[in-house]
Nanobody, 124 residues
Framework: QVQLVESGGGLVQPGGSLRLSCVAS????????IHWFRQVPGKEREGISC???????WYADSVKGRFTISRDNGKNTVYLRMKNLKPEDTGVYYC??????????????????WGQGTQVTVSS
């Protein structure tokens, strides 16, 4: 059974940084893609970053240069390091997977396995 658990969210001032974690069980993150999404109330979940089994990474234009995805295979964990945060980065952040290896899809509807989400609020 695939389980994903996010943590690391919180309240941060504009320009600040956070690191989110996604701990997986039932899959090996070194062999499976993990995709990060975020959701703002009233809007659809937006794909923001994805890491493939072969280490290739994808970023949405809105976060390129500010967010970095990485993983620790030994801890079966994928991280999303976020810096220079902006108020528009506020939302609930989720990690997700479909059990495949490659980041070919960036729509939430393509992913059956989700964590519970972690809230990120960027505000002064």
């Amino acid at each position: 059974q695939v389980q994903l658990v996010e943590s690391g969210g919180g309240l941060v001032q504009p320009g600040g940084s956070l690191r989110l974690s996604c701990v997986a069980s039932g899959i090996a993150v070194g062999e499976t893609k993990i995709h990060w999404f975020r959701q703002v109330p009233g809007k659809e979940r937006e794909g923001i970053s994805c890491m493939e089994s072969l280490n290739d990474k994808w970023y949405a234009d809105s976060v390129k240069g500010r967010f970095t995805i990485s993983r620790d295979n030994g801890k079966n964990t994928v991280y999303l390091r976020m810096k220079n945060l902006k108020p528009e980065d506020t939302g609930v952040y989720y990690c997700a997977t479909d059990g495949g290896a490659f980041c070919l899809q960036h729509e939430a509807s393509s992913y059956p396995y989700w964590g519970q989400g972690t809230q990120v609020t960027v505000s002064s």
